[in-house]
């Protein structure tokens, strides 16, 4: 079984969402796990697969001891390796993708429904509740007439590609500044940039 727990304190799960397989790589769908390999890259935490089912790896960010994980099940069931973690949702920061959001913009939100994803509606599920952070990453919508399955599970063309990185840096910012505490300002610096753009 995982343990959560740290000296004491309840660790923070940064929990990335995709699809399991190479087939998958590098989707829309797959963001979640995208962002997830930056931090680990970037704070020097492996990650390993574990008896539940999820890949993990502990370490701390920004001072605060964390988990990074990435669940092994198919996006429908991410809410299934959560229940061997025993996590409390408010130690639970969620990152996936969303179709409402432009390419390029990430955002910041607590709590909410789940607007059809089927990552979160799992992970809501698994808990009881909605109340985790979510770092919302943005696809946009599919062009008129392309079916949102087939969208999600689509790469980025390559002219995208500059974008996606430079958002997987933004989101994994918002993610450190959530683990901070700083949930607050995560949400003022990211949420803000995306009303700012629209006024221009």
Known sequence: MLDTSCSGAR???IY????PGSNYERTRHNVGFMVVDHLARKWGIPLRKKKADVLS?????????????????????SGLPLNPLHIDAPDLIVIHDDMDIPLGQVRVKTGGGTGGHKGLISIKGALSTGDFIRVRFGIGRPPERWDPSDYVLGRFPKEDLDTVQEQIVMAASAVELCLKG???????????????????
């Open 16 to 19: 990335g969402l995709g699809n």
């Open 11 to 13: 660790m923070k799960v």
């Open 182 to 200: 700083e949930v607050t300002k995560a949400m003022n610096t990211f949420n803000k940039r995306e009303k700012d753009a629209a006024d221009t």
């Open 57 to 77: 790896g502990t370490g701390r960010i920004e001072g605060v001891e964390a988990m990074l994980a990435k669940p092994q099940t198919f996006m429908n069931l």
